[in-house]
């Protein structure tokens, strides 16, 4: 019978893995021809390859998948004496899916292997702490009040009804409404989506943790943080000298924004609180990516990214806390200050890793925010829920977000996001 007459649907009896063939014994074995030629080929599954010799009258080619009965020998070659083709490859291995998961030793199989361990290990965390795992809606009928945060439009079609609705950048404002209503401790693994931007660091679909603990603050949600990322790095990387460092430098630094910028920046925020100011004193500091026509947020990350991100780094694990009002839109003053928020960023290897804050819960201060941010889009209407949920009363909480993919990056010690995403999207 030709490999190209029939495609079974059926595969009875258990198969052997490649990895692990007794030898000098028969076995029964599935998997994909990998290399060949003529009667002598290698076979290989998911968990290994092994050389084989196929009976003279059975039509074979590389890229088909085949179950094959015979005998290992003590060389650990295996001795086909039945071979049955399950699906014939109709063009070559190469390019496309087989070409990304198999070269470079199969590193990618490898990192996805290693991102499940990501997950359970970061599920486990939140479990022994008695967290409960939600899931909130990744369609919104609002936008955030967070401009600088591009997102994906869609529509909702209901015979002659079309709604807009916004793929959610974070869980944030369902998660929250959930703490409202009387949860505690919850947390979520799940996909969100920013527009405008793939970079070796960002994906515009991505999986973020996020959770939320009421009657904490952003100083517990640091220290938690640090758990969590060593408890995962500790288990699931093999560089477990680097990050033993790490775990014994717990806890790690925090250094505010106002004494990063005028330690590596040479700026006084406090002194710069509008786009034109702090313009002028950037461009006489000799910052020559400043342009007139950025905002204050603009200018403000291009010192981050030029000045206090490549100084982050050389402290291998820091945290940068208590950023400027105009950086946290949903975030709690800093004590009496209200110029700044309680909100931190984790570092670690220069990486932003993590994002959180003592959550705002003065409903009235909300709605002020959101009819600020509001000015800049007049016609987009105000997530009314969510302000009824603040009304109803939000326990003082801490919330802290953080890049799962990125976190596999350091696990596997990849270098582009693409290498611990199965599907990455294609610029």
Known sequence: MSRRDRYPSRCPGEHQAMGSLDRNCEVLVRGRVIAGDGRQGVLGDATGR?????????????????????????????????????????????????ERFNESDRAILDNMRARAHVLSLIRSHFELRCYTEVETPQLLSFRGCEIHIDQFETHYIAGEKTKTLFMAPSPELHMKRLLAAGME???????????????PLHNPEFTMLEWYRAYASYEDLMQQTEELVIEVLLQA????????????????????????????????????????????????????????????????????????????????????????????????????????????????????????????????????????????????????????????????AGGMALGVDRLVMLVTNAQHIDQVIAFPMQG
């Not at 074979?60 to 003590?74: F, M, T």
């Open 237 to 396: 990387s093999a560089q477990s000298k680097q990050w033993g460092v790490l775990a014994e430098a717990v806890p790690w630094p925090r250094i505010s924004v106002g004494e990063a910028f005028l330690r590596w920046g040479h700026i006084d925020l406090a002194r710069y609180g509008d786009a034109e100011s702090l313009f002028a004193e950037m461009r006489r500091l000799g910052y020559g990516s400043a342009q007139p026509d950025d905002s204050w947020d603009d200018l403000f990350h291009k010192v981050l990214i030029e000045k206090i991100e490549p100084e982050m780094a050389r402290m291998g694990a820091a945290f940068l806390v208590d950023y400027p009002a105009q950086l946290g839109a949903m975030a709690n003053p800093k004590g009496n200050n209200s110029a700044w928020v309680e909100r931190a960023e984790l570092y670690i290897g220069g990486i932003e890793l993590a994002n959180g804050y003592s959550e705002l819960n003065d409903p009235i201060e909300q709605r002020k925010r959101f009819v600020e941010a509001r000015s800049a889009r007049p016609n987009e209407p105000i997530d009314e829920e969510f302000l009824a949920a603040l009304e109803c009363a939000l326990p003082p």
């Open 50 to 98: 092994v050389r084989f010799t196929s009976p003279l009258e059975v039509e074979w080619a590389i890229g088909d998948l085949v179950e094959v009965r015979g005998a290992v020998a003590s060389d650990g070659r295996l001795s086909a004496w039945e071979l049955r083709v399950l699906a014939p490859a109709l063009r070559p291995l190469s390019g496309g899916d087989w």
């Open 185 to 199: 401790r919850i947390y979520q693994l799940g996909r969100c989506f920013r527009n405008g931007e793939i970079s």
